[in-house]
């Protein structure tokens, strides 16, 4: 029997603050690290300056206290691994692991929208531009705890996919890898947003030679079909004067029963834990809002 504690984690990136669609991701994944009396991190990741707003990850931070959701140890910020993502990407260069790539966005398209290897296979390497990671794991399938088994496109699971972008910033796959491992997180539950790329996070953990997490899909909350609510399109930020209502709003989405908004949040946030039953979540990527 695995004894191991239950580790999970939310991870915001301070794009802006949080609205109804994150407080679900944050919420589930909280609601599911407390029900099996584990840990619940905080990971800020802020590692694209360009998609950041300026306040934004301490305004992330003031409402998850507002809503009752406390973090365990301290907050990890992704922009203080760099090196450590560096040394990672020096590593997997140097043993041909990895490799730089020239091609443009029209030159893979023109492949028919998957990129097909070549630069990997030049006599004389470039030295320059993105790096893509060889890609010998190629995992197309997973099992995950609320959506079953996922299977992914062939193509889009073994393809050589960046680690590095053109423009000197790590890509999103290889920094939530490296930071799972990191802090030890035993399960990832977060939107299913993230539901396919999650075949490229598992390839890597198995090319890191890591156990990779379990994983755990929940619904995205959609202004139409194939169009979360986002803060790219403007959805409202949640109330931190007054949490009591969106927190029931997302306890409903997630399939849970409301609790009593006469009541302090932290007892509000007891309560919503005492009863959380995965079972009820929807097994459904999108729950459209009305």
Request: glycine content about 6%.
């Amino acid at each position: 029997m695995n004894h191991q504690q239950y580790i999970g984690r939310f991870a915001p990136s301070p794009s802006g603050p949080l609205h109804l669609g994150s407080l679900v991701a944050a919420l589930g994944s909280y609601l599911r690290a407390r029900s099996q009396n584990g840990q619940w991190l905080v990971r800020v990741e802020d590692i694209d300056p360009p998609r950041e707003i300026q306040g934004a990850t301490d305004d992330i931070l003031r409402t998850l206290e507002a809503y009752g959701l406390h973090w365990d140890g301290d907050v990890l910020y992704q922009s203080e691994r760099l090196d450590t993502y560096q040394h990672q990407i020096d590593k997997l260069v140097a043993q041909d692991k990895a490799y730089y790539c020239q091609c443009s966005r029209k030159q893979i398209k023109a492949m028919g929208g998957t990129y097909d290897g070549r630069c990997g296979r030049l006599t004389q390497p470039h030295i320059s531009g993105a790096i893509r990671i060889r890609n010998t794991a190629g995992i197309d399938r997973f099992d995950d705890v609320q959506m079953g088994e996922v299977r992914v496109d062939n193509n889009f699971a073994t393809e050589d996919f960046i680690i590095k972008r053109s423009d000197g910033l790590f890509a999103y796959q290889l920094a939530v890898v490296m930071d799972d491992g990191f802090q030890k997180i035993t399960e990832v539950t977060r939107g299913s947003d993230l539901l396919i790329p999650t075949c490229r996070q598992i390839s890597l953990f198995q090319m890191f030679n890591q156990q990779p997490p379990t994983w755990l899909h929940l619904p995205l909350i959609c202004t139409s079909p194939g169009m979360k609510l986002s803060k790219q399109n403007y959805a409202a930020a949640i109330d931190k004067a007054q949490p009591q209502i969106s927190f029931n709003a997302a306890l409903a989405f997630l399939g849970q029963a409301r609790v009593s908004p006469e009541q302090q949040m932290e007892k509000m946030v007891s309560q919503a834990v005492a009863q959380f039953d995965l079972s009820l979540v929807p097994k459904q990527t999108e729950i459209i809002q009305a």
